[in-house]
């Protein structure tokens, strides 16, 4: 199975931090959106980041920036959306996503994703806690083939990403919580902190 295109989904507000980029914060002496890019680079074929405004603020890392082809922020399925749309014109079959305040996701995501993909190509990242899956949907395997559908989907005003991926029978990929959860998200200046401690056991 060939390997998939992977978009960063860079797009949100990071108001819990006091705005701008989360992925440009310094973790563990190394900007967060680094962590990422080593984590991704190996399982993808190429990447681009999602990102809306200026995007010259990333033009160190060499990468293709894909602002929302939908205003007034709806959320990370859009750009999930301008991910698979690139991806398309790239002669790709497929995008993995992953969200840049999560620095620590497996390194086996995209393998995994493939492997639990449902019918339609569409897989979801998972983990279970107290015995209850919880959905990651920032890390899902997108099929390209779907993007018109999701388009059409978020210009009728869909927001939540599992209703669509429901629909289209995702497969889900669930990964172990233990020695801690790989889908941690960096929300909080203390969550940094916590990050900063985890980069050795990652």
Avoid: C
């Avoid at 967060?32 to 990333?58: I, S, T, Y």
């Avoid at 993995?96 to 497996?106: E, I, L, Y």
């Avoid at 669509?164 to 233990?178: Q, R, S, V």
Wanted: hydrophobic residues 50%; charged residues 20%.
């Amino acid at each position: 199975m060939s390997a998939p295109l992977g978009v960063i989904l860079a797009g949100g507000q990071a108001t819990r931090m006091g705005g701008g980029d989360k992925g440009l914060r310094m973790v563990a002496g190394r900007r967060l959106l680094d962590h990422v890019l080593e984590r991704l680079a190996p399982q993808v074929a190429a990447m681009a980041l999602n990102a809306n405004g200026a995007p010259a603020r990333f033009a160190e890392f060499g990468l293709p920036v894909l602002p929302d082809s939908l205003p007034d922020f709806p959320g990370p399925l859009a750009g999930v959306l301008a991910g698979m749309d690139w991806a398309a014109a790239q002669g790709a079959e497929a995008v993995v996503s992953v969200a840049a305040d999560t620095p620590f996701f497996p390194r086996d995501l995209v393998a995994r994703l493939q492997a639990a993909a449902g019918p339609s190509r569409l897989a979801l990242a998972a983990t279970r806690e107290g015995g209850k899956l919880w959905r990651h949907p920032t890390f899902g395997l997108w099929p390209v083939a779907l993007r018109d559908d999701l388009r059409a989907a978020l210009e009728g005003g869909l927001r939540k990403v599992v209703i669509w991926t429901d629909k289209h029978g995702a497969g889900t990929a669930e990964f172990d919580t233990l020695p801690f959860d790989p889908f941690f998200n960096i929300n909080t200046p203390q969550d940094i902190e916590t990050a900063a401690q985890l980069v050795g056991q990652a």
